[in-house]
Structure formats: C-alpha cells, structure tokens
C-alpha cells in the first residue's frame, strides 16, 4: 500500500521521511527523486542543506540550490535566500530537500514551517519530499509532530524486526478525513522500491493454535514433577534401607513369602493411572 | 435590554431557557445541543481532529449560516488562504437532502424490529429535526455544493491573512496574535457591533478564525520559546472574549490541540465559554470497532457556560458521535447496538478457556491433573 501513495495518484503533496543515523533515510529519498526524474517533466528543484553538490543526481531537469554557500553571511559572496527562490517557483514544481534538520538550524524552526507552509498552500507546488533527522532534534521543540500536522504522508525508518527487510511506520492523510496509519516492510528490488503489509497474526487463532499441544504436566503443575538426568543417575544409585544388600543376602535372613487369605483384598490396579503419565 | 431592538437582527432568536439572544451554529443538532444556538457575546471553542478536516466542517456551516442571515464574516487563517474557505461554503437549500433516504431506512427497519405499540408513534429522542420555532432561523445546507459568488460578493466579509505584521509589542511572543485582535477591534468599531453603537440597522458579527495556535503562530526565533512554552494561546483567547463580550459578535476559533501540552489546552478552555471537541476513528483503534463504524468520531461537549443564567444546559454524560456524509454532517447520542452476537461468542469462548485453563478438583474427566 505504501508504495501506491509514494508513486500513484493522487500525489501527496507533503512527504516527510523521518530517519536516523543508523536507519537511513536516503535510499528512499532518492528512489523517490529518481521515480520523480523517470516519470515527470516537472520541474525538480533540490534543496541542498547537508549533503555534497558532487552526489546530487545530474539531470537537465534538476536545479540544485546549493544553500549552504555562505551560510552564515560571513562572506562578501551573495547568500542565497531561500525564500526568494520559494517565491519563484511554479505549481508544477517539484521540490526536494535533503536535510529539514539543517534547515531548521539555519532558519528556525518558525520560518521553516511558513516557508514550507508557503509552498504547499499557498505556492501550491505539486510535491514536496523532505529528509528529516530525528537524531538532531530537540523532543522539547516538538518538531516532527509540528511538520507531521503540514505533511500529508509522514514516513519513519525502522529497524529491522523478525525479518530481512527494514520497517517503514507511515502516516498518512487522505482527503476526506480519513488517516491510515501503518507499519509496512520495505526493500528494493532492481533499484526500485517494494513494500510489503506485515501480516499481523490474529491473536485469537494464535491461541486456538498454541492451546492444545501435547500436554506435559511439567507446566501444568505448581511443583516440580519430572527429573533431571544427573537427578534420575543420583536415584537409581540410592540403596534404600529395605532393600537386600549383596554381602548378606547369602548368609542371614529370610525371605517373605506373602500368602493370600482366602478373601484378600489385594489391589492390582495401578494407583496412578488415572494420570496419563 | 430592550427586546423590541433585537427583534430586527435577522437569524438570531431568544433562547427558551434563559432568555439570552442567540444565533445557530448552522447544524441544527449542534443548536439544540447548545441550548437554541450559541449566545451572542461568547467564544466557542474547537478542538480540532488530527486531520483537521471535521473542524473545517463546523467553521464552514458557522460561516455560511452568516453569509445567509446576512450577518457580517470576519474570517482568519494563517495556514490557508480564508478566502478559499469562503468559496468553500456549503450552499444553502430548501429542504434537507437525506431526511427521504432516513424515511425509507426506517420503514424497513419497521419491518425487522417491532416495538411494542405504546412507543411507536413517540417522537424519537433524537431526532434531528424537531419543529422549528422561528423560520428565519437556521437553515439547511448541502456540503456537495458551494455557495454563490454573487451571495459572497454582497456579503460584507473581512479576511485576515497575517501578511503585514508590525512588530512592537511585547504582550505577545508572536505579533500576530496582536495584530490579530486590533483588526477584530477594527472591524467591530467600523462595522458598529459594540453594544453602545446605535447604528441604523442593527446586525452580526461572525469570527471565524481557522487553525488558531498552529504551527504559523510560532513565536519567532528570537524568543527561544516552543510552543508550549508561551502563554499567546490562552491570552488570546481571554482577549478576544473581553471583546466580542461588548459586541454584537460570537467568535469561533479552531485549535489543533492536539499540539499542545494537557495544561496549556486547559486554560484555553477557561477563557472560552465553549468548548467542543472533535475525536476522529480514523487512524484509531477505534476504527476497526463494530458498534461504531456507522460514525466518524466522538463529539464531545466539553464545556457549555451559563450565559445569563445560573444553570448550564450542559447535557452531562451523554457520549455523542458525529458523521460526516457526502451533504451534511450530523450528531447524534451514542447508542451502542443489542449485543447479541458477541454474547454467544463470548459464553463459548469462555468455556473453551475453562476446559484449557482450569486447575481445580473439578472433575472435568479431560484434565490430566484433576483428582
């Protein structure tokens, strides 16, 4: 299902991918920019905040703004404006960007959120694609919850669990109000990305399942039934008291020979057979 | 106060239980839910759905009530243009679009579940349409249409963007909430809403502010605050109540709440006089629930003043449940459906568990420990 809202219609507009240092992010984010080059004309626009200008795919159709050049104003170069170049855009245009984080720490976190709000509202643009780290983040600035209320299809990376493949937890808004919130494994195959539904095992067939195998008492009781090896070894060494012992077994003694009544009541039964041991 | 002045202020009435003038929501449920309508003078605040969209819902029929009362709109946005929600309004129309369809839906369920003879000819509890007082008051609309652009053009309407902003002052963290309640202070001074204005023909001033305390209401970055760490939100609110208090206005403010930290929400609620909250299934457990898949979302009343009077009508503990069709959105009291299925069920499922579980000298002949 994930990967019909990543490259199916409708588009979403806001796509925010949540990684961190050990699950990363950017296969998607670049799966998606190289889906967006196949497929589309539209304009891309690459936002470049962290990454390096040699790694940014080369493509007629690409303009990578590179805002990290004087970002500070120290030089006598002109500083890119980054709202500038918001204002130029057009409602075809795509936009990607490669770290929200770092932009954050350049803008802050309010002229962030107006900017992007600016371009998805306002500007309209067809899509947006963020790389967001959540390691750089500040849980008191509650930023990831801020940009999940813009975007339309929040993704979080996951660690791997039970299985091969890494996790995608998703969020996303449809028009109409309804919300599908899910955790889907991912992978790429041939460069292009698959998902896959987690098949969530239904608790109550797990239990008809589990209920009825062989039944051991061991787990049954509050004690402890059975013996262990070295337990059973120490048993059969144990000579109890009434038993004949070798040396006098020959020379003293006599035997005991049981003779029945005429009415014995002797039991032949066994006394734990009703136990199924 | 004199009556006989009110009288000529279109789509309002005077509430049956105290007397105050009030005007409708728009949804005629929500009306009688709030006492008649929602008292002049007051603040009703909503808390908004995670997606924002049921909020939207309620702000629109808010508005367009006015639009069709002729009352005066003024609408606030940061996050969308508030003229584009102007254009959204619902359309105004003679007579409800589904009340046929619940005709039919009702005959055959007639047919299924006979009631004993004593209770069907009672009016049913809630039923949404119960006769109306005043005809001038309240209408029904059609979400799947908008409204006319020549009814929005002969509107007297007043949109509030947050563009220009002036800085300089230092009540607020963020300007624009001042910014926000001078230019409500304007438009009543202009429109002459105030209680001591005497204006030729008395009229309305509905506020509709969308989204109030998103994320576009940050304080700026000079301030190092988050945004629980201000306290713009509540301020505002209690501003904005001192003044459509001494006004011929009712304000409706949307909040996504859901942002926000449990105490500042609270104190948002102490400054409204009332306060409404929207909880979607969607994306919930709740979901996936059979009793409740009819519905969208639990509405819930959380606060209702006494205006004018000593005794809330709030309706105490009643749970309620909103659904939002393809033409109108309705609330209705939760009734959970006859739990007859799942009883079976849940008798078998137990004695299945007895038979597994059980460790006692019962005698069940299966247990391999019983004695």
Request: hydrophobic share 35%; aromatic share 10%.
């Amino acid at each position: 299902m994930l990967k019909s809202y990543l490259t199916q219609p409708p588009y979403q507009k806001f796509i925010i991918i949540q990684d961190t240092l050990t699950e990363n992010g950017k296969p998607i984010f670049d799966y998606l920019l190289q889906h967006n080059l196949e497929r589309f004309d539209n304009k891309i626009h690459y936002y470049l905040v962290q990454g390096n200008e040699k790694h940014c795919p080369q493509n007629p159709k690409i303009t990578v703004h590179n805002l990290k050049i004087n970002s500070q104003n120290w030089d006598t170069d002109n500083r890119i404006n980054i709202t500038q170049i918001a204002e130029g855009l057009q409602k075809r245009d795509i936009i990607f960007v490669d770290s929200l984080a770092h932009c954050i720490f350049q803008y802050g976190l309010a002229e962030t959120y107006r900017l992007f709000n600016m371009l998805k509202n306002e500007i309209g643009v067809a899509q947006i694609v963020a790389l967001l780290h959540l390691d750089l983040l500040d849980s008191k600035w509650k930023t990831v919850e801020l940009f999940n209320f813009l975007s339309t299809l929040s993704m979080k990376v996951q660690p791997k669990f039970s299985s091969e493949h890494g996790r995608i937890q998703y969020q996303c808004k449809k028009s109409g109000g309804r919300v599908v919130k899910q955790i889907e494994e991912y992978y790429f195959q041939n460069g292009k990305l698959e998902t896959k539904k987690i098949e969530k095992l239904d608790p109550k067939k797990l239990l008809e399942n589990a209920s009825r195998p062989e039944i051991n008492p061991d787990d049954l009781a509050t004690f402890k039934i059975s013996l262990t090896d070295k337990e059973e070894e120490s048993r059969s060494q144990l000579v109890l008291p009434y038993l004949p012992k070798d040396e006098n077994s020959s020379t003293e003694g006599g035997q005991i020979f049981y003779k029945f009544d005429e009415q014995d009541d002797w039991d032949e039964e066994d006394p734990d057979d009703d136990l199924d041991i | 106060m004199d009556k006989n002045i009110h009288h000529h202020i279109p789509g309002s009435q005077f509430s049956t239980h105290n007397g105050q003038l009030v005007i409708s929501s728009g949804i005629q449920t929500l009306d009688s839910l709030l006492g008649n309508g929602i008292p002049i003078g007051t603040v009703v605040l909503i808390e908004e759905d995670f997606h924002g969209c049921y909020s939207k819902v309620l702000l629109k029929y808010f508005l367009a009530e006015g639009i069709v009362s002729t009352h005066s709109t003024f609408i606030a946005s940061q996050d969308v243009n508030p003229y584009h929600i102007i254009k959204e309004l619902p359309a105004v129309i003679e007579s409800d679009p589904e009340v046929g369809d619940s005709a039919v839906s009702k005959t055959s369920n007639n047919d299924k579940l006979q009631i004993a003879f004593r209770y069907q000819n009672l009016p049913s509890y809630d039923s949404d349409y119960g006769p109306k007082e005043n005809k001038d008051f309240g209408h029904i609309y059609d979400l799947s249409k908008t409204i006319d652009v020549s009814d929005i053009e002969n509107s007297d309407i007043c949109c509030w963007t947050g563009l220009r902003i002036e800085n300089g002052t230092k009540t607020y963290s963020n300007p624009a909430y001042n910014e926000l309640l001078k230019s409500i202070k304007n438009k009543i001074k202009e429109g002459k809403f105030f209680l001591k204005d005497n204006p030729e023909k008395r009229s309305m001033l509905r506020i509709g502010i969308h989204s109030l305390g998103s994320p576009m209401w940050l304080p700026h970055r000079k301030s190092l605050q988050s945004i629980d760490g201000t306290r713009d939100l509540d301020k505002f609110i209690f501003c904005l109540r001192a003044l459509v208090r001494s006004a011929y206005a009712v304000a409706m403010v949307t909040v996504p709440t859901h942002l926000y930290h449990e105490m500042s929400l609270e104190r948002c609620i102490h400054s409204s006089d009332i306060a409404l909250r929207l909880q979607a299934f969607s994306g919930t457990e709740l979901e996936n629930n059979q009793s409740l898949n009819e519905y969208h979302g639990f509405f819930y009343l959380t606060k209702l003043a006494a205006v004018n009077s000593l005794v809330s009508k709030h309706p105490g503990p009643v749970e309620y449940v909103f659904k939002l069709r393809r033409k109108r959105f309705s609330i209705e009291i939760l009734h959970l459906p006859p739990d007859i299925q799942d009883d079976n069920k849940e008798t078998g499922k137990k004695h299945g568990n007895k038979a597994v579980h059980s460790m006692g000298c019962s005698g069940a002949n299966s247990h391999p420990l019983d004695f």
